[in-house]
């Protein structure tokens, strides 16, 4: 391949400069950083597997390999239940830490494939997220979150521009009733800094008074480590169940950290990350806790 750059004639460094576009996208599509990563793989795999005339045919290379990634995500959407159906407990979106703390000497880590944090990827944004249909979700990421106009969707994903402007407001409904008051960011950190040192002196009247009375928590260990396998509800059975974890592990080292863009935990041993905490909060309460301990969704928390 030639470094020689001219109009339909997209040199290297212009085609993979998308590739940072491409996680951020493949990432809020998918929930997974992880596969994410696969699909802007998969997606570049098919670019170079066209001849060079193919790609000199190519208006857009930039809209060609979103179009691609899209599609595959879409696909992988549309399987996404059959695995669901045997992953082992709750699932939970793969954390992401914040791109300052981001660890790229994992295989294949590349600072620039950081995923750019904002409100479309906190913890709370993509659980509702994962309840969509795939449509639902690629229409309205696409639409609301990158600015595609209805009429790119729909060439996307193989439907109408109206049926796409229906999927988004569909969507969008989704996410408006499922967003609680939005809480000031110091006061979160406030919160979060008050449940760390309430759970660390085990100090279950200080949980309880933090946790919203009918809030929820929920684990995801992925049948490779031990997490509750439903979620536990209520404000006096989470405390419950996190002096008990506190309990067993004796040696766990609780920082605060951004998680998905908000104030979060991370839970260490021996200097490994085994826990990232997501937390939710409405009203000067937790309303939602997301524990993620399966190893394979927190390789970006700790370096190889």
Known sequence: MTNETGPGDPSLSAIMSERRQLINLAYRLLGSLADAEDVVQETYARWYAMSREQQEAIDSPGAWL?????????????????????????????????????????????????????ESVNMAFLVVLDAMTPAERVAFILHDVFRYSFAEV?????RTPAACRQLASSARRRIRAAQPAATPANQRADIVREFKQAWEAKDIGALIGLLAPDATAIGDGGGLVSAALAPVEGAEQIARYLLEVAGMA???????RTVNGQPGLVGLQDGVTVL????????????????????DKLRPWTAD
């Open 250 to 256: 004796p040696d766990l080292t609780i920082l605060e």
């Open 66 to 118: 979103t179009t691609v990634a899209s599609r595959i995500c879409l696909d992988l959407l549309g399987s996404a239940r059959a695995r669901r159906e045997r992953y082992v407990g709750e699932w939970i979106p793969e954390p992401l830490p914040e791109p300052t703390e981001w660890i790229s000497g994992r295989p294949g880590g590349d600072p620039a494939d950081r995923v750019t944090l904002d």
């Open 276 to 295: 990232v905490m997501a937390l939710d909060i409405a009203d000067d309460q937790i309303k939602h806790l997301w524990a993620v301990r399966n190893p």
């Open 154 to 158: 729909a060439e996307i994903v193989g």
